[in-house]
């Protein structure tokens, strides 16, 4: 049990771990995917969701039914996408109606929110006007490169329509002039191209469209510069339509949206409790002291095949001690947190990607942002806190009650590490004291859901986990 005085370091180093910054995510995520997830991965299981009414990936519709252009239906079939999601059914009809209404979009990693927005503006497009009809900003310059990648597949039977990515490293000579009809690019470029050298003209903007629009409101000098770009295109083309996609909107980011830029828009938003991902198991598992719980988590490693798991822990000293003892059980893991050196991370999660580690252990530091794909299940060894509620390092120590600071927006985010694409994933979350039970179930509730306990020694329902389709 943790004392006044560890509680409050605890929280100190927490404090200090934060995450990543977005130059190093980007850098880590390129070296993570070399092709494109959002169309070449897990398919078999998306087809199979897309009959279940309780799957973000349901729907009744079909493409046809959008009235879509034949080139587009044609690419939707020929990349794997048999049937539009839930998001894609609620969005596309809603962003192609006339005259045209801004939206602000909300809906779960993997569920189709890029193929939504691009689907769309490539049917507004007019390929015989050669100037900028849309322009896409996202926050990272992989995540850039990545809609640029399936905007150029989802208009593959559509070459005479013009994309180009607006990045760091792309060379426009003073007095260029670009009269491609889609941009897609990050904040700091389109706002030099679009506000200050006119590289990128305006007259004919019919959609603007703001992806991750959560981080790019939280870094100050994103936020201004983003901030430039939408005033402009407000300014100069009063028509052009607004879209802003997450998979997370908090109540502030949601204000601001809609009080500095979209007065009168449509919110098209998953319920948090639908944000737990209904593909991902969640079990709990009780344990008596943390002697305990490291037997259960070798109990679980020794009953669930060997594939790729992701453990969160609370700090590097956390992390460096699960690393020594799981390395002398005979697994191979990697590590990642905040005291390691950028290239030390890379290296790491580097080879985790491809499969020379089976287990990455980390801080929340990889809990946000990184897009490790192939991972089917997350350990959570200590749970989700949020020490920004903590304004009394003795509160964390009661039990009763609320206790007020289970962080559900990291829980969402670590969990969905797993389930990506549609694949089904399993979070175990571990149990070691009264408070670290009573913060799951507080989880729990806020997300409405049911997670199955299984106690640590019970080898039969573990296996019956190994059985699963992860």
Same mark, same amino acid.
């Given at each position: ?177 670009? !009269? ?18 006119r590289t990128i003209r305006s007259e004919h903007l019919i959609c603007t ?9 939280q870094l100050q000098n994103v936020k201004q510069n983003l901030t430039r ?49 209904? $593909? ?9 002291s943390r002697e305990d719980k490291y037997q259960a988590l070798r109990n ?31 697994? !191979? ?26 287990? #990455?252990?980390?801080? $929340?530091?990889?809990?946000? +942002? ?32 609320? #206790? +007020? ?51 640590? !020694? ?13």
């Amino acid at each position: 049990m943790y004392t006044t005085a560890s509680a409050r370091n605890l929280a100190q180093e927490q404090a200090a771990e934060g995450e990543l910054d977005r130059s190093e995510i980007s850098l880590l995520n390129k070296l993570l995917n070399n092709e494109i997830n959002e169309i070449n991965e897990g398919q078999v299981e998306i087809r199979s969701q897309q009959s279940d009414p309780s799957s973000p990936l349901y729907s009744t519709e079909t493409f046809e039914s959008f009235q879509l252009k034949p080139e587009l239906i044609a690419a939707c079939y020929s990349n794997g996408f048999n049937q539009p999601s839930k998001i894609q059914t609620a969005c596309i009809p809603l962003i192609l109606r006339a005259p045209s209404r801004d939206v602000i979009a909300q809906a779960q990693n993997g569920t189709g929110k890029t193929a939504t927005f691009l689907l769309a503006l490539l049917q507004r497009i007019d390929p015989t006007i050669e100037a900028p009809q849309g322009l896409i900003i996202a926050p990272t310059i992989e995540l850039a490169q990545q809609i640029e990648a399936v905007a150029k597949k989802l208009a593959v039977h559509m070459p005479e329509v013009k994309i180009r990515c607006a990045v760091r490293g792309e060379i426009a000579p003073y007095g260029t002039v670009f !009269n491609d009809h889609i941009f897609v690019g990050t904040p700091g470029t389109v706002e030099k191209w679009l506000t200050r050298f006119r590289t990128i003209r305006s007259e004919h903007l019919i959609c603007t469209v703001v992806d991750e629009a959560d981080d790019l409101f939280q870094l100050q000098n994103v936020k201004q510069n983003l901030t430039r770009i939408l005033d402009f295109v407000k300014k100069a083309k009063p028509d052009c339509q607004l879209l802003f996609f997450s998979a997370t909107f908090s109540d502030d980011d949601l204000a601001f949206i809609k009080n500095t830029f979209v007065p009168e828009t449509y919110f098209i938003t998953v319920h948090r409790s639908e944000l737990s991902l209904a $593909n991902i198991k969640q079990i709990v598992i009780p344990c008596e002291s943390r002697e305990d719980k490291y037997q259960a988590l070798r109990n679980v490693y020794a009953t669930i095949s060997n594939t790729a798991s992701i453990i969160f822990a609370y700090t590097r000293a956390s992390v460096d001690w699960l690393a020594t003892q799981l390395r002398k059980d005979g697994r !191979n893991v990697a590590t990642l947190h905040g005291n390691m050196t950028t290239e030390e991370r890379a290296q790491n999660v580097v080879k985790f990607a491809q499969g020379d580690y089976k287990v #990455l252990i980390c801080t $929340n530091v990889a809990s946000r +942002g990184l897009d490790i794909p192939r991972v089917t299940i997350v350990v959570n060894y200590d749970p989700p806190v949020k020490y920004s509620a903590v304004t009394d390092p003795s509160a964390m120590l009661q039990t009763e009650g609320n #206790l +007020g600071y289970a962080d559900y927006d990291t829980y969402l985010h670590r969990i969905g590490r797993s389930g990506r694409f549609g694949r089904p994933g399993l979070a175990v979350n571990m149990v070691d004291s009264p408070i670290s039970g009573q913060l799951f179930r507080e989880i729990e509730e806020h997300f409405g859901t049911k997670m199955q306990v299984i106690e640590p !020694n019970n080898y039969d329902a573990l296996f019956e986990l190994n059985d699963a389709p992860y």
